[in-house]
Nanobody, 128 residues
Framework: QVQLVESGGGVVQAGDSLRLCCAG?????????LGWFRQAPGKEREGVAA????????PYEDSVKGRFTISRDNAKNTVILQMGDLRPEDTGVYYC?????????????????????WGQGTQVTVSS
């Protein structure tokens, strides 16, 4: 059974950094294209960043460009979201997502319906 488990959320002040980690269980992460999404209170879930199997493609949502970095460690079966210069508008529940893509090295997805597997989410709260 495929499971994704996020960790690393917390309460921080504006300008601080956080590192979110998502570990895959029951899956070989290198065969999946991966993404991070977030959902703020009262808002729809939105894509934050995605990463292809080979890390050749890493698209970002405009508001996080230059502040967030997505990476993957296939040997450790994990995907990381390094977040810097955090802002109150970054507050929300952050989810990692995975979609099986064994035949494509460079494919990535930015829409939530394109992913089959989801973690339970980790809360990030940024105070001003």
């Amino acid at each position: 059974q495929v499971q994704l488990v996020e960790s690393g959320g917390g309460v921080v002040q504006a300008g601080d950094s956080l590192r979110l980690c998502c570990a895959g269980d029951g899956m070989v992460v290198r065969l999946y294209t991966l993404g991070w999404f977030r959902q703020a209170p009262g808002k729809e879930r939105e894509g934050v960043a995605a990463i292809s199997r080979t890390s050749s493609s890493t698209p970002y949502e405009d508001s996080v460009k230059g502040r967030f970095t997505i990476s993957r460690d296939n040997a450790k079966n994990t995907v990381i979201l390094q977040m810097g210069d955090l802002r109150p508008e970054d507050t929300g529940v952050y989810y990692c997502a995975a979609q099986f893509a064994p035949l494509s090295d460079d494919i990535y997805y930015v829409r939530d319906y394109e992913y089959r597997y989801w973690g339970q989410g980790t809360q990030v709260t940024v105070s001003s």
